[in-house]
């Protein structure tokens, strides 16, 4: 069953995208909100989206068993997608410890960098980096200087391999949320590698 997935750009309308959400609350599925660290002249900003007002009930990843996480072969289709969209990330407690979040996606990164075809579906890739990279405070943030080149790293290769597939791909909305995962790469990475204008020419083409 297809959903219905609002992307949106932001870079201080607060009181726009509020109205926004409540008059499409009840329609949309899932919400994705692109803000850069950096304005349009290139310098550095304060993030200015107020996700508080829109966060549901936070979980906390100490509550949880983390050891040989990626190791369930048991797992139903759904919950694999799940757990390797990394979607899960937006409930977590901002106060959940950085080392553990940072310690299963190290773990992912050793076991899926190569590349394997059930988690690096168009969709699930999408979310992917969009989960990462929007969760910086835990997926990045005070990790040590080799985790956060593999993880720059594994965002660039994953970004440059959803640039060569999106058109494969079946459905609009999976290649719409792909785009927004090419955008968002662009505006958070200074666009150093053109994520962004390939992200743009993408949507223009599949909306």
Do not use: P
Not at 186 to 204: A, C, E, I, M, V
């Amino acid at each position: 069953m297809s959903k219905i997935i609002d992307c949106v750009t932001f870079f201080n309308e607060n009181f726009i995208f509020d109205l926004r959400y409540k008059i499409l609350e009840k329609f949309v599925d899932q919400f994705v909100v692109c803000e850069s660290r950096y304005d349009h002249k290139g310098k550095k900003k304060k993030l200015n989206f107020e996700i508080q007002k829109y966060e549901k009930k936070k979980i906390n990843i100490e509550n949880y068993s983390l050891n040989n996480i990626w190791d369930n072969k048991d797992l139903k289709k759904k919950d694999h997608n799940n757990l390797n969209s990394f979607f899960w990330l937006f409930s977590l407690d901002l106060k959940s410890s950085k080392k553990n979040t940072q310690g299963i996606i190290q773990q992912w990164m050793d076991r899926y960098y190569k590349y394997n075809s059930k988690s690096w579906e168009v969709d699930i890739l999408s979310k992917r980096i969009i989960a990462w990279i929007s969760n910086t405070k835990l997926t990045y943030e005070d990790g040590t200087s080799q985790y956060q080149k593999s993880f720059n790293g594994v965002i660039k290769k994953q970004i440059n391999y959803l640039i060569n597939e999106i058109d494969r791909s079946e459905w609009v909305d999976d290649k719409l949320i792909g785009c927004s995962a090419i955008i968002l790469a662009g505006l958070s990475y200074q666009d150093k590698d053109n994520y962004l204008n390939k992200g743009l020419d993408l949507s223009l083409i599949h909306i």
